[in-house]
């Protein structure tokens, strides 16, 4: 049944009748994604691009990774690209704050470089085989680490400009396995998947398994369900903070401008998402916490009793400060100045 699934998935993504690029690891899940993409191109009209990136992480196996993903491309008749990349790299910096850990390193390094062979060969679409265990550890790890209402959403089966595609992540890994044995399907084995010094190791062969055994036999659907019901509200959220911003937030070259009155009668939840959503644009995501918005939330409700002499400081060198009649957030890097509380 998992080939009639993922055709009917394939469909409902409204993939079909172009080039698609099949990020393979060479690892179980990947293999059968490469497997099931192999057996449903006909039907939907899809040239085959196998990817495969070379993190550089393991000496000799991944190098046998490699070879072997390439192999498996030329039997199934597939174009294969591969590139190599540099976690370590991306680690080189004295700044403690803005230093990545090495498996964000190596996700971004991963990303960047499926999108430049994507762009290379033409692909319309960049598949990866994340699967329903990959989504239920990604819902609890956010959960642990003490994730917001967004942040339960997880991932999403189709990326926001529909490019970025992960078919399997309704398929429990039990499936992907019994596809795998019963079709012979051959794949290496990463030992660092092993490596309890990951958390997300250690989720999926301890506690997970401890979890379902003891509470809920039928966790990983139950989290999957979670983060997609999650993420259908997160869609009409945001359409609410997009209309709002039209009213309430100004892209300008001097900076983002934000209204001046209002926010004392604008419900919390509202406020404080327009906060992030400036935030962001101004360059700050990876760095927004809890107590920035609280602290932006709580200088903006001041309104016009808002002292011109006051700003509030934020990472990166951005400033929020009252200017004229609104405040403005931006970049003053040769600038210090008096924290507004």
């Known amino acids: 049944m998992l080939d009639t699934d993922f055709r009917t998935k394939l469909e409902a993504l409204d993939v079909g ?23 449903a191109s006909a039907s939907r009209h899809l040239e085959l691009v196998v990817a495969h990136v070379n993190h550089q992480l393991r000496g000799g196996e991944a190098d046998a990774d490699e070879q072997h ?6 039997l199934a008749g597939v174009d294969y690209r591969s590139l190599r990349v540099e976690p370590e790299a991306d680690r080189r910096t004295p700044n403690s704050r803005s230093r990545p850990t090495l498996e964000e390193a190596a996700r971004n390094q991963r990303r960047a470089a499926l999108l430049s062979i994507a762009d290379q060969c033409d692909c319309t679409w960049i598949a990866t085989a994340h699967h329903a265990g990959d989504q ?26 529909g490019r970025w595609l992960k078919p399997l992540l309704g398929v429990m890994p039990a499936e992907i396995e019994n596809w795998a044995k019963r079709h012979t399907i051959v794949w290496r084995e990463d030992e660092s998947n092993r490596d309890r010094r990951f958390m997300r190791n250690r989720l999926r062969h301890d506690w997970i398994p401890g979890l379902s ?13 979670l983060a997609e019901a999650q993420r259908r509200d997160l869609e009409w959220l945001e359409g609410l903070v997009q209309q709002a911003a039209k009213e309430r937030i100004e892209m300008g070259p001097a ?66 400060r009252r200017v004229d009649d609104a405040f403005l957030l931006s970049a003053l890097p040769t600038q210090k100045g008096i924290d507004g509380h």
């Open 69 to 74: 993903v390439q192999a498996e491309a030329a």
């Open 213 to 225: 055994e003891t509470f809920n036999p039928q966790l990983l659907r139950t989290l999957g369900n």
């Open 17 to 39: 009748g172009g080039r698609l690029l099949v990020a393979v690891s060479g690892g179980r899940d990947s293999m059968v994604l490469l497997d099931l993409f192999r057996r």
């Open 255 to 320: 900076g983002i401008r934000l209204a001046i009155d209002g926010w004392t009668e604008t419900p919390a939840a509202l406020a404080r998402r327009l906060v992030r959503y400036a935030l962001v644009e101004v360059g700050l995501g990876r760095h927004v916490t809890r107590t920035h918005l609280a602290r932006v939330l709580d200088f903006l409700e001041l309104g016009r009793a808002a002292g011109r002499d006051k700003r509030i400081e934020l990472p990166e060198g951005v400033v929020l």
């Open 136 to 161: 239920a550890e990604t819902v609890l790890m956010r959960i642990l680490r003490g994730t917001g209402p967004d942040g339960l959403a997880a991932m999403a089966d189709r990326s926001p400009d």
